[in-house]
């Protein structure tokens, strides 16, 4: 009898329903180390099937049908257990990195014109690109993956191979690989002594085995990977080296665990991450769009969307205030030479828009908002005693992303930065940069964000700066780290090029991981722009810039706001917080003027009629209303309201200004729930 995972496998493999492209990332669920203790609060969400008001026992069959979409759960047979990264499982990775191979071996064999160029592995999977006359189609995958698992069950070895690049450039040409030939080229231009390998499939003295050149690391044998662990997901378009001008190749996408329970569980993980994309959400809820009519990328916030958007707005400026910062706004764009002086045209040139000419100068859209920041500060005098000083903005910038890379909200061409520099002394950065990390948790905790996974990213390859800035700068981060008591890894090379950082990355409702906040140390930029304070001594010295964003950008940070609560926003932050349904229009007067007193109380409350109750309440619970107050004679007469809460919770008829009370008050007091 097959098992329940091996159920569930079945059940999605012969559906096919949910669409998936690893490419984006946005479907994360890890073991990964966790820096709290607190639990993870996510959305939260109340249940119930009574309903009180007026005409309740009539009501209540109709009612009890409505479906509580915030409370839905994803009922497949599967116990929810960890899903590790390919940087979290060396296991793992070794199993799709030769799951990669496999594939590329069986569609070889499948399709004999087939050419292959880079099969890496992914997040939690892998895939594979191909240059192949036939058009490969969701139906071929399962022809492909059957003759994968042939080759997984025949045990055959990996076997790698050193060879001299004139050997393999020989091999390459004698089977008509050009992809390959070019990826040898691109290692040796970059390393002419890089040692060359390949790994072969089969014994080399089998005619029928298989090679390709390749690194690393694998398998030792075919056979040490689960076959029913392994599916094929997806095939999408892909241009080589990622260079529209180049050919378009065939990527074909798949997943690998450990075992056939991973493989299950991972599949719930998807369907329950495809309920709360944010694309969707966004369409069903009115909340933003992206019109391609006016361009890709660029997004369109409408009056729900942007409701949510002015109240964490609100919130972030509030506090930052309170916490001694100072708004500044700056412009949308500037001459080319700023950026040349920041570095920022050098060193970030690809991802950057074409300069417009404007009175025969050379003007650029800014895709950073720091030199901006940098200007403010030296436009004045600034003594020692100044210091430290924090500017913070919520800045929008532009940055060219190719089309085939843009993904709703979580990669787009124009978005709005939280951006915030503080340029301070030398013995005051651990204490400034211990300062951020507090704030960073206290905005993020706000939101039920408390797990997180810390990463400290050191120089990388190309940077500016000498040895001592980097030691001074990766110390002083360090320092701040472990004043707060949080664990950290270090990702070695991961720096910006104008110095060290720690990325934050936070764990959503179900499990997954989004980078979100990051804190960068820089010297660079105060000796390019000559930045300068008066010391105690009445001599110039330079300023330490530390550059910070909390969200990351407003529009991802929205994004995954949507999904961490599938639509259903806290009551603190829903666009309509209360909708007040009249049973008929001689009620409609009391009810308006109860959503008059709640808007002049701070809340946003509107009224809805004209259908039947169980309608109006089909349509809140759609578009995720927090708090229904339904409205008959029975609540004129007692100057109440019955009060029904997103997911079926009833509280009964209660009075109108407690109703009010109680919201104020969960509302001042950032509550999901009333």
Not at 632 to 648: D, F, M, S, W, Y
Request: net charge neutral; hydrophobic share 40%.
């Amino acid at each position: 009898m097959a098992s329940k995972g091996a159920r569930l496998v079945q059940l999605f493999r012969a559906a096919r329903a949910v669409p998936f492209h690893p490419a984006a990332k946005t479907f994360s669920c890890s073991n990964a180390r966790t820096t709290s203790s607190i639990p993870l609060l996510g959305a939260r969400h109340l249940s119930g099937n009574t309903l009180s008001g007026r005409n309740i026992f009539q009501l209540k069959a109709a009612v009890d049908t409505v479906p509580a979409e915030t409370a839905k759960k994803v009922t497949a047979e599967v116990e929810i257990i960890p899903l590790p990264t390919s940087d979290e499982s060396e296991k793992l990775l070794r199993i799709r990195h030769s799951c990669a191979h496999i594939m590329a071996m069986a569609v070889q064999r499948i399709y004999k014109n087939a050419q292959v160029t880079i099969g890496p592995w992914i997040e939690r999977g892998f895939y594979y690109d191909f240059d192949i006359k036939e058009q490969i189609t969701d139906k071929d995958l399962k022809k492909i993956r059957k003759e994968m698992q042939k080759i997984i069950r025949a045990n055959l070895p990996f076997i790698r191979e050193e060879l001299t690049p004139q050997e393999a450039e020989r091999r390459i040409k004698e089977v008509n690989e050009p992809y390959k030939l070019e990826i040898l080229q691109s290692i040796l231009q970059r390393d002419p002594t890089a040692p060359i390998t390949i790994y072969h499939i089969g014994e080399t003295s089998d005619p029928q085995h298989w090679w390709d050149l390749c690194a690393g690391p694998h398998v030792e044998r075919t056979g040490d990977i689960d076959p029913a662990a392994v599916d094929l997901e997806s095939v999408a378009g892909a241009y080589w080296r990622g260079d529209e001008k180049r050919p378009m190749l065939q990527r074909v996408y798949g997943t690998a665990w450990e075992n056939e329970a991973q493989l299950a569980a991972y599949f719930k993980l998807k369907e329950e991450a495809a309920r709360r994309d944010h694309r969707k959400l966004g369409q069903e809820l009115d909340l933003f769009s992206i019109q391609e009519d006016a361009g890709g990328g660029l997004v369109f916030w409408h009056p729900n969307g942007a409701m949510v958007r002015h109240v964490v707005e609100t919130f972030w400026k509030d506090l930052h205030l309170q916490r001694g910062y100072k708004l500044v706004y700056s412009p949308h764009i500037a001459k080319l030479d700023l950026w040349k002086t920041s570095g920022h045209f050098d060193f970030y040139r690809e991802n950057m828009y074409d300069q417009m000419k404007v009175e025969e100068e050379e003007y650029q859209l800014k895709p950073m908002n720091c030199p901006f920041h940098v200007a403010v500060y030296k436009s004045g005098y600034h003594s020692y005693r100044d210091l430290p000083i924090r500017m913070a903005e919520l800045g929008t910038v532009y940055r060219y992303e190719r089309s085939g890379t843009m993904h709703g909200l979580f990669r787009v061409r124009g978005f709005t930065q939280d951006d915030g520099h503080i340029f301070c002394l030398p013995d005051q950065v651990a204490t400034e940069i211990r300062g951020v990390l507090d704030l960073v948790e206290e905005v993020l905790s706000t939101f039920g964000f408390s797990k997180y996974e810390i990463n400290l990213s050191t120089r990388p390859e190309k940077s500016v700066g000498d040895e001592n800035f980097w030691a001074i700068a990766e110390g002083a981060l360090v320092e701040a780290l472990k004043s707060k008591g949080w664990d950290y890894a270090v990702d070695a090379g991961g720096g910006a090029f104008y110095g060290p950082k720690i990325d934050i990355k936070i764990q959503d409702a179900i499990g997954r991981k989004w980078q979100c906040s990051t804190i960068q140390l820089d010297y660079n930029l105060p000796q390019r722009f000559d930045m300068e304070y008066i010391d105690s001594q009445n001599t110039k010295q330079r300023p330490i810039m530390i550059h910070r964003a909390i969200f990351g950008s407003i529009e991802r940070f929205f994004g995954i706001l949507i999904e961490n609560y599938a639509g259903a926003f806290p009551l603190w932050m829903a666009p309509t917080q209360v909708r007040l349904l009249t049973l008929n229009d001689e009620v409609a007067p009391y009810a308006k003027a109860v959503a008059e007193t709640m808007t002049r109380a701070g809340i946003r409350a509107e009224v809805n009629g004209g259908a039947s109750i169980p309608k109006l309440i089909r349509n809140a619970q759609k578009a995720k209303t927090p708090v229904v107050c339904v409205v008959g004679k029975q609540e004129v007469e007692n100057n109440t309201l019955a009060v029904r809460l997103l997911g079926g919770q009833e509280l009964g008829a209660m009075p109108k200004d407690e109703v009010i009370s109680r919201l104020v008050k969960a509302i001042a007091s950032k509550s999901a729930t009333f």
